[in-house]
């Protein structure tokens, strides 16, 4: 992760050019195990701000991505997504299956709104996952207390403080130094809830 800076948490697609925790480990029981130790140490965190899927960004770079994220948050989340953030902030963390109980959304057809809230407060970078129980048999990722969602501000208090010294255009060039030879099209189009197409131009130049 200190070499890739951001990677899949599950396989890789041939129209994402980045790495992949489940092909980097050979392995998914493996792969879910280093993960889980990553994300306990801080040394990285879990969002899905970039290309719409669950990427592991290491910390040296959350900073600056943080910092161009919030600039664009929703100034109105929904009305489930409200409910699920002041529910883990009261909670401490949370599973989903513990927002879909409080939202009385248990059991139905899946993505439900409990689902949809989660996405909408990661995208804002809101919240995040933090680390579960690996079970020692059966399939990795279906640990019985399921993956505990916590208040990004809270969880990472450190990297909250140091965005707040990065001005735009050192995050964008931080991230831009990150993804290495991605293509400026792709780059573009995988951060684009990060920085208006005006800012993403102007440090191609």
Same mark, same amino acid.
């Given at each position: ?14 129209? *994402? ?11 998914? &029981? ?11 140490? =801080? ?10 899927? #669950? ?9 600056? /991505? ?10 109105? #989340? ?22 879909? &109980?409080? /939202? ?11 689902? /949809?809230? /989660? ?6 970078? *809101?919240? =995040? &996952? ?19 969602? &916590? ?23 931080? *991230? ?16 684009? *809830? ?12």
């Amino acid at each position: 992760m200190k070499t890739v800076k951001f990677a899949l948490r599950y396989n890789s697609t041939p129209t *994402l050019p980045l790495a992949s925790m489940y092909a980097a480990a050979g392995d998914q &029981r493996l792969a879910i195990e280093l993960t889980n130790a990553l994300l306990a140490r =801080d040394e990285i965190v879990e969002t899905n701000v970039i290309a719409d899927r #669950l990427v592991l960004v290491h910390r040296s770079v959350v900073t600056a /991505l943080y910092a161009l994220r919030v600039r664009f948050r929703s100034k109105a #989340l929904s009305d489930f997504a409200q409910r699920a953030f002041q529910f883990i902030r009261n909670e401490g963390s949370a599973s989903a299956g513990d927002v879909r &109980r409080y /939202l009385g959304v248990d059991g139905m057809k899946r993505p439900d709104p409990g689902d /949809l809230s /989660l996405a909408e407060l990661m995208r804002d970078m *809101l919240i =995040d &996952r933090g680390p579960f129980t690996v079970p020692g048999k059966g399939i990795p990722y279906l640990s019985k207390e399921g993956y505990p969602y &916590r208040i990004f501000e809270t969880a990472h208090a450190d990297l909250v403080k140091a965005s707040k010294k990065l001005k735009p255009e050192q995050a964008i060039r931080i *991230l831009l130094d990150a993804a290495g030879q991605i293509p400026a099209k792709k780059f573009a189009s995988m951060f684009k *809830l990060c920085f208006t197409r005006e800012e993403i131009a102007s440090s191609m130049e």
